[in-house]
Each structure stands twice: as structure tokens, then as C-alpha cells.
């Protein structure tokens, strides 16, 4: 008996439930998970990889903690998982990486959680999109959905199901099949590049005879000519007329300064399915200041970043953690004030001004930095307006 048909067993066998996998047993369900690990990249585009990286990165990049009432709850089972290592083979950082990569291109991200016998999760650990299907079925309670992996339907508890942007309640949209167009474009545009340059870039002029050649003389002065001068390889390589022969050399052409521009444009498209600033794939449009880019990345910050950070936070507290838990005040959190805030000159005059009229504690400030609270009583008093 294999092993998906014992899993099927105690998945289908509700007064067996208690007899639920535990780590060491899912040594095998990771051999599954992982072995055919796949998802196009499209990295032949680089925009679309760039893209893609900016994402996975920034949802990566922040440190995911579970507190309880603003404060750091680390004996929860969840906080060295998300913090640490959701699994054997990953860091937080590297599961959120690989996270971002799937809901940027793919439109959605799943993971296994791995349950003990008392609901608690043991390991998290991801799903490749393309061998997860999500199908739909209606009831009086709306949209419930079931999930098959490797075509073996799981329980709904054990996928956490992250999505991207999305016009279903129960999938997100795929970047890769809404932006295929511009994609297939950009795509095109590199092969002819690569072929233009394989074949010399471009005819660097034109020969011409006054005399006149026959079929078997054109096609001897053709193959020989290709085969000193043609290529890369053979570039700037000076060239040796014999005979009636003139060599006509030809300036840039207006096709040439189209082909640019259209690959800057491809690149710009790309960016916009993926709402990514071009500034991020290291593209300017022109000439631009230090300031202008600058502030560029500020606007990513706010209209790229906090919009994953949400997703992925609001997901996980929906799906990790229990409704006793979250009535009890534990949440899940992704600290990326460092990356969505002002210099540190300009969060201290805020705070400065904000405590001198009365606005904000020592406390709330020291939370707003990522610090623990005091334990001193006037740090929780607002200053005499």
C-alpha cells in the first residue's frame, strides 16, 4: 500500500482524524511536495523575472513575528515557523521568497500545513502551483472550495491558500496569462535582437560591381563574404575588395532607434501588469535625478510593497491562527516600518513634535520602532498638551 493511499485513509476516515501525521511521517509527503517542484519563471523576458524578483524579494524581506497585544509572543508554535523555519528545508526568508515568486506570476501561492493530533502546526511547507487545483462548489453558505494535490483532494484546513489580485473569490489571476501579449512581444523582440546580432547586427554596407555577375558568381561572392565577414565574431574585421568591386557603407537607420524604443516600451508594459516601478528593474525613462528616482522608490514602497505585505499578513492571521486565538489578541505581523517610513532624522522630529503636544506615549513610540514596551508607568502618559 503506497503511501497517498494510506494518507487517503486517515484523510477520508473522520473518528480516525486523531491519527493525523506528525513531523517525522511527513518526511514523506515532503518527498511529493518537493520532487517536482516547477514554475516558468519566464526568465527568457527579463523584465518579467525582474519583476517577479522585486516582489519576492520585498515579501521576503521584512521579519515576520506573532505578537499578543503588541508584544512579541514567542512560545507560540507559530512564531519560530514564521520567524525561523517553516520547514526543514527553508528560512522565513527563503519560504517568502518562494511565496512572492508564486503569487506574482502565478496569481496564487499554497502550502501544506503539516497538523498535530491537537491542531497545532508543526511545518509549513509550499506547494507548486501547477499540481494544485482549486474547484469551486456552490451552496446556500456561497462559494466553498476543495483542493486536490497531485489529483488526491486535501482538507481545506491543511492548504493555506495565499492569492494575488483576483476577480474570484476562490483564485487569483495569473500575470503570466493576463500580461501573455506583452510577454510574447518582448519575447520577440529579443530573438530578433539576438538574431540581428548573431548576423552581424546589421548590413554595414552594400557591394556593388559595374559589371555584371551570374547566378553561380553572386552565390560564390555571397557564401564567401558571409563566411569572413558575417557574425560577431568576424566584426570590424577589414575587408579586402578584388576586381570592379565598391564597398558602399550604410549609416543607422530610423528601424534601428524603433527597435530601442520599442524594447524600452515592452519593458515599461511589463511593469505595468505587475504594478512595479520601472526605477526597481534598473530602466529609466530619460534622463532622471537622484531625487526623482529616489522618490520613485518611496512610491513602490507604498503602492508595491505594503500591498503584498497586506495580503500576506491578513492571509496568514485568516488561515494560522485560530478565532480563539485572534480573540485573545494574537497577530500576525510583518515589521516593515524600516522600509515604509522616512529617514531616521525625520521619524525623530515627528516623534518629537508628536510627544511635545500630546499625541503620542514613550511607549507607542518605542512600538512604532520595533522596540519592547517599558515597564515604566510614565511611558504610557501623554505629555501636557
Request: charged residues 20%; aromatic residues 10%.
Amino acid at each position: 500500500m503506497g503511501f497517498w493511499t494510506k494518507t487517503w485513509d486517515w484523510l477520508t476516515d473522520v473518528e480516525t482524524k486523531s491519527s493525523l501525521p506528525t513531523a517525522r511521517s511527513a518526511e514523506d509527503i515532503r518527498k511529493d511536495i518537493i520532487a517536482d517542484q516547477r514554475i516558468d519563471l519566464n526568465a527568457a523576458v527579463s523584465a518579467v523575472y525582474g519583476c517577479a524578483r522585486v516582489i519576492a524579494e520585498g515579501l521576503a524581506l521584512p521579519p515576520c513575528y506573532v505578537t499578543r497585544d503588541g508584544e512579541h509572543a514567542a512560545t507560540h508554535p507559530l512564531y519560530y515557523l514564521l520567524n525561523a523555519s517553516p520547514n526543514d528545508l527553508q528560512t522565513a526568508y527563503e519560504f517568502r521568497e518562494m511565496q512572492g515568486y508564486h503569487m506574482a506570476l502565478d496569481g496564487n501561492a499554497y502550502s501544506w500545513l503539516n497538523r498535530a493530533p491537537n491542531g497545532n502546526i508543526l511545518e509549513i511547507l509550499p506547494l507548486d502551483p501547477h499540481y494544485v487545483q482549486v474547484v469551486p462548489t456552490s451552496s446556500r453558505l456561497g462559494t466553498q472550495v476543495k483542493y486536490f494535490v497531485f489529483g488526491m483532494e486535501m482538507p481545506a484546513d491543511e492548504i493555506w491558500h495565499q492569492k494575488g489580485p483576483a476577480t474570484k473569490d476562490y483564485t487569483g489571476l495569473s500575470m503570466l496569462d493576463q500580461a501573455r501579449s506583452a510577454i510574447k512581444l518582448a519575447r520577440h523582440q529579443e530573438e530578433y535582437g539576438a538574431k540581428l546580432f548573431e548576423n552581424g547586427a546589421r548590413p554595414a554596407g552594400l557591394l556593388t560591381t559595374n559589371g555584371t555577375l551570374t547566378p553561380e558568381q553572386r552565390a560564390d561572392l555571397k557564401r564567401s563574404w558571409e563566411q569572413q565577414y558575417s557574425g560577431t565574431g568576424n566584426a570590424h574585421k577589414t575587408a579586402l575588395l578584388t576586381g570592379d568591386f565598391q564597398y558602399h557603407p550604410l549609416g543607422s537607420t530610423a528601424n534601428e532607434a524603433q527597435f530601442i524604443e520599442a524594447r524600452k516600451f515592452q519593458i515599461e508594459e511589463i511593469c505595468r501588469f505587475f504594478r512595479v516601478s520601472p526605477t526597481k528593474l534598473f530602466h529609466n525613462a530619460g534622463s532622471q535625478s537622484y531625487a526623482s528616482v529616489e522618490q520613485a522608490h518611496i512610491a513602490h514602497d507604498a503602492d508595491t510593497d505594503a500591498h503584498w505585505h497586506t495580503r500576506f499578513v491578513q492571509s496568514a492571521n485568516k488561515t494560522l491562527l485560530t478565532q480563539k486565538e485572534r480573540a485573545k489578541g494574537y497577530q500576525i505581523v510583518l515589521d516593515n516600518r524600516d522600509f515604509l517610513r522616512g529617514t531616521a532624522v525625520e521619524r525623530m522630529q515627528y516623534y518629537q513634535i508628536g510627544r511635545a503636544i500630546g499625541v503620542l506615549s514613550a511607549n507607542e513610540i518605542r512600538e512604532m520602532e520595533g522596540f519592547e514596551r517599558s515597564a515604566d508607568p510614565a511611558a504610557d502618559q501623554l505629555a501636557p498638551a
